[in-house]
Structures are given as C-alpha cells and as structure tokens.
C-alpha cells in the first residue's frame, strides 16, 4: 500500500507502508546513527516525534530483546529508505516491520531520506504527518499546521514511568528522577554496584532526600525543558544537598536551574556520531546524543564552567558548578558509540558521592519514596 509524509511547508516525500495502518503525526526530526533502531524506537525523548532514519539500510539485524531503552516503542512515526523483510542475525527475534505493527507505529518506507535530510537541514525541522493510501496533499499539510508545537504538549507525562521503581545493590544508593529515562542510563548506575530509585520528574526535593541517597541523578527526556518549571524548581532545592548529574534533558534542567537559558536548535543532535572535545583535557569522545534544545553559554553564571563543546556547532555539551557537587553532559555516557569513550563519566559520579560520604550507603535502609 502506498503511504506518504507530508511536511506543513508542502514537501511530499512518497513512499510505501510500513507497520501499523493508519494515519501518524508529530515533529519530522532526523538520526545520523547507522544502527540501534531498535534503540531509537523505544527512546523516551523521541516521544511526539516522526524519526527518520538518514542511513539507508534499516532492520538488517532485526529486534533482540536485549537493546530496548524502555518498556514499548515512544515515536510518533518511521521514516526509512530501505526495510528488511526478514532479519540475519542470530539474536534477532522478530523482524522490525512487526514490532512496528504490533506497536501500532504508523512508518513509511521507500522515502528519499537523503532529500528529506537535506530539506530538514536547510528549512529547519518541520511538522509533519503519514498517511496510508492515496493522500490528499491539501488536507494533510492541513493536519501538519494543526500539529501542536512540543513545547505544547505534555511529553514527559507521556513519556515516563509514573511510579517509583527500585534496583537493589551494595553500593552508593543513588535517586535517578525520571524525565523518560532510557535503561542505558539505569543499567550503568547498576553496573557500578550502585542501589538505584527510578522516581517521577514531579518528585519534591524533600521526598527524594527522605530517601538519604549518595547523589541524584537527572534523567533524559523529550520536549522543552523550559516548560518544567515545577522540576526545575525541586533541582534548584537539591543543589549542594547531594551530588548532582544531569544527563541530555537533565543537563538542560541543571542549567535552567542554575540561573540560565536554553533556546531551541534547528534542527537538533540526534546520532550516535557526535564529537565533544572536553575542555580540560582537549580529549574527543564520540557520542551518542538525541536533542532539540542547547543551553545558551552566554547565559550561564560565572560559578558554572562549561566542560565539553560539540565540534561541529561549539554548543554547550557539558557544564560543572565551580563549587558546589553538580555537573551535567548534553550527551549519554551510557551510548556506547566509541564503544566507551565516555563511560568514565559514570565513575566521575560515583566517586564523587564517596568523596562526599563517610561510608558507602545501600539500598537496605531508605525508606521507599511516593510519587508526588
């Protein structure tokens, strides 16, 4: 069956159908990541998004229940080039085409995504919508003008838990306040022996220090960070409680509330191809990266230091508070891209909650938080 996106400004990228039937709708953005579709579907910072995939060959290696990044798939929509019918690898347990029916995701093959890249790289992303069928041009740049603006919609609502979950370990016990966290990032707290709380972004401070953790950790997530004004106001309470890391959403929040800006890019980092130069040391990672927005370095106060940039645009990639334990990365240490160029992050945190506490805490004695 013939399927086709069309984009609010009148671009028509045709096509065939893939997955569920029916008609999709959301912000038209792009990945530069050769593979981990599988990753991208189930992102919880894609949530509200139509991801096109600029790589041409997709679902090759197929879906493995090892490499999803949360519970069900958070795009709006698909785009790709080119689909496998039938996967070759041996962990593959189902093919990609039915994940995406069993999931209800509307997607759309047989695209030019070289164009459609091309056009998002020069006009700026773009609302859009896919359809199913002959597609009347008119009606569906219509619909692609009604598309609420993220900054309008309740993304993360949408996009995480919505309870408090707990991982059991012999180390530093540590809150991971949920914006949409992807499993990458709870799996590396876990790998390092860490106790781990997943709770809501809507968390009070208090309720998160009740639990006495070793440090916090701000999650990921998708949308505008300026419109969570309620959990940037918890993070202003948590600075210097506790150690602080924000990762990509959380290092925007950490930013807000430190007493700065973001504003939103063009058309966003999303790949797994990314390089960051690391002030201190002048050493490049290649990274994993999925956002819209960037913290505005001339907002920042003289307290906080910017700590990494991103080589292709200069935007901030990381930031420390000169004095208190906090520091953030625009990027996820978790992504395995180089394959562990950034990992070390992780160690950073968690040696610094032992530089901070007398004795390793565990899981053992908190009390269990509620949700707000």
Known sequence: MKATLVLEDGAVFPGRALGAPGVTEGEVVFTTSMTGYQEVLSDPSYEGQIVTMSYPLIGNYGVSEEAWEASRPHVAGFVVRECADIPSHWAAMEALHHVLRRHGITAVAGVDTRRLVRHLRTHGLKRG????????????????????????QPLVERAVRGEVVHFPGPGPAVVVVDCGVKEGIVAALRERGCAVWVVPFDTPAKTILDVNPAGVVISNGPGDPAVLVGTIREVEKLLGARPLMGICLGHQLLALALGARTYKLPYGHRGSNHPVKEAATGRVMITTQNHGYAVDEASLPPEVTVT????????????????????????????????DDAAFLYDRFVATMRDRSTSVQSCAGPARPSPS
């Open 129 to 152: 919508v896919i359809a199913a069928g002959e597609p009347d041009v008119v009606a569906l740049v219509a619909r692609a003008r009604a598309v609420p603006w993220l900054h309008e």
């Open 308 to 339: 990494h940039h991103h080589l292709h645009d200069h935007t901030v990639e990381g930031l420390a508070h000169r004095a208190l334990p906090a520091f953030s990365v625009q990027f996820h240490p978790e992504g395995r891209p180089g394959p």
